[in-house]
Structures are given as structure tokens and as C-alpha cells.
């Protein structure tokens, strides 16, 4: 089986016992939004600018890895046309949910981001992407892919982790393994993988940030966030980042 597949299963079954990033968000955050006060979270505690969105209005957006019910209404409550994209048919059932119960129709896409992307070049404004490449080895072939589909002036507003979680053991008080992170190539971090965990990867900023700009983007902005818990929160680590990127 494919490692994409088995996060596929992986990613379901989190869905299934609760996982908080698929919980979709409640009827009173989508009236938020359609009132304008609309968040958008590519990492887990800062919203992103409202200057890296814009208006929204008529815009073709890809929600990229965004099932959840969280983005992807938010997004439509903007007034967005929002195509949601995920690997994960429970992630996707989670849209269906709030696109069900505040009676709009919704967009959805199963398909797996390491392989060509199902849709034409230049089809979409803005590409939302939340943490999840995480889940894929080779970030580059997706940062291609999303130049191809994006039109020109269009942005890519992505999460990324910067490998810290993966060097930790559970508590987060003991470093445990080195990096890169990535058990298709190190045995000993196969080994010792939880697979309840499915596959992960963790990536260099050169794998992300110095790829997307091999891709043909330009760099227009960036923050860092914590886990939102834990003691790496605690201890203010940044553990993610945020990149707007523009295709000019």
C-alpha cells in the first residue's frame, strides 16, 4: 500500500475519534463569517491577515488538504467559489456537514496532492493550504502544481512545520531522533514510529520556502505559531510557520 493511502486511513480514523482539526465549525462561527469576521487558521493559534486574503468576493479558491468543515465554510461564507480538496473522505465528509446545514452547495475533491492535481492551469486565484505536507515526502512537486493551477497574481497561502515536533518524544522534554524525519528512509525511525501516527515528514525550510521560489513564486510574507499546548507551547517554540507566496 502506498504511504499516501495508508494516511489516507490513518487521517479517517482521526476524523472518526474526534480529531480537532475535524471539527467543523458551529452554525455561530459561519454567521461570523458571512458578517465579515471570518478566520482563517493555516497553523494552530493565528489567524491569517486579513491582508494576505483580501476580499474574497468571486474569487476562485483551492482548499488545499482542507477538508475539516473549517476552511472551506469559512472561505464560502466570504463569498468565495471554494473547491475543497482532501485525501481523507471523512475530512471531506466533515464539509459536507456544514455545507448540508447552512444550505449551500459544496465543492469537494478527493484526490492524493502527490500526484497531479485535477484541475487546468491558471484555474484558481488563491490556494488556502493548512499544515499537511507533513503527510507527503516531496513538498516540491506540490508547490509546482499549485504555480501551474494558480493565475497570475494569484497567492498561495500555506502552513508548514519546521521539524521541532518531530525531534521530541511525547512528553516534549527529551530530544529523541534527528532529522530529516522521514521512516521511508531510516529504518531506526520506522521502527520507532507510532502508526497510529500514519507516515510523517518533517522538511527544511529549503525543502518548502527555496522550492517554492525554484517553483517560479515570490515570497511576500511569513509568521511563526506554537502547537497551541503542550510544553514546546509553554515554552513560546515555534513549531510552524505561515508563507504567503505569489505567482507573478
Not at 491582508?51 to 465554510?73: F, H, I, N
Not at 472561505?75 to 464539509?95: I, P
Not at 459536507?96 to 491558471?122: C, H, N, W
Request: with cysteine; hydrophobic share 35%; proline share 6%.
Amino acid at each position: 500500500m502506498d504511504y499516501t493511502d495508508i494516511n489516507s486511513r490513518t487521517i479517517d480514523k482521526w476524523v472518526d475519534e474526534g480529531w480537532e482539526w475535524a471539527r467543523p465549525i458551529s452554525h455561530e462561527e459561519y454567521i461570523k463569517a458571512l458578517e465579515g469576521d471570518g478566520k482563517i487558521f493555516l497553523t494552530p493559534t493565528k489567524p491569517v491577515p486579513t491582508t494576505w486574503l483580501g476580499d474574497m468576493k468571486e474569487r476562485k479558491v483551492l482548499a488545499l488538504a482542507s477538508g475539516g468543515g473549517q476552511q472551506g465554510p469559512v472561505l464560502h461564507a466570504m463569498k468565495a467559489e471554494v473547491t475543497v480538496f482532501d485525501n481523507s473522505e471523512r475530512m471531506l465528509d466533515m464539509d459536507r456537514i456544514v455545507s448540508k446545514r447552512e444550505e449551500y452547495e459544496a465543492q469537494l475533491v478527493k484526490g492524493d496532492m502527490t500526484k497531479p492535481l485535477p484541475f487546468p492551469d491558471e484555474a484558481f486565484d488563491m490556494i488556502i493550504n493548512p499544515v499537511s505536507n507533513c503527510y507527503i515526502e516531496h513538498p516540491e512537486d506540490v508547490w509546482k502544481e499549485c504555480f501551474r493551477i494558480l493565475k497570475c497574481g494569484g497567492r498561495l497561502l500555506a502552513g508548514l512545520d519546521n521539524g521541532i515536533n518531530y525531534i521530541v518524544d511525547d512528553s516534549e522534554m527529551m530530544i529523541t531522533s534527528s532529522l530529516p524525519y522521514n521512516p521511508l528512509r531510516n529504518p531506526d525511525q520506522m521502527k520507532t514510529m507510532n502508526p497510529d501516527d500514519g507516515i510523517q515528514f518533517s522538511h527544511s525550510y529549503e525543502e518548502n520556502i527555496q522550492r517554492m521560489i525554484d517553483a517560479g513564486f515570490t515570497i511576500r510574507g511569513i509568521y511563526s505559531d506554537t502547537n497551541g499546548r503542550g510544553r514546546l507551547h509553554e515554552l513560546n517554540i515555534p513549531t510552524f510557520y505561515a508563507i504567503f507566496a505569489e505567482k507573478r
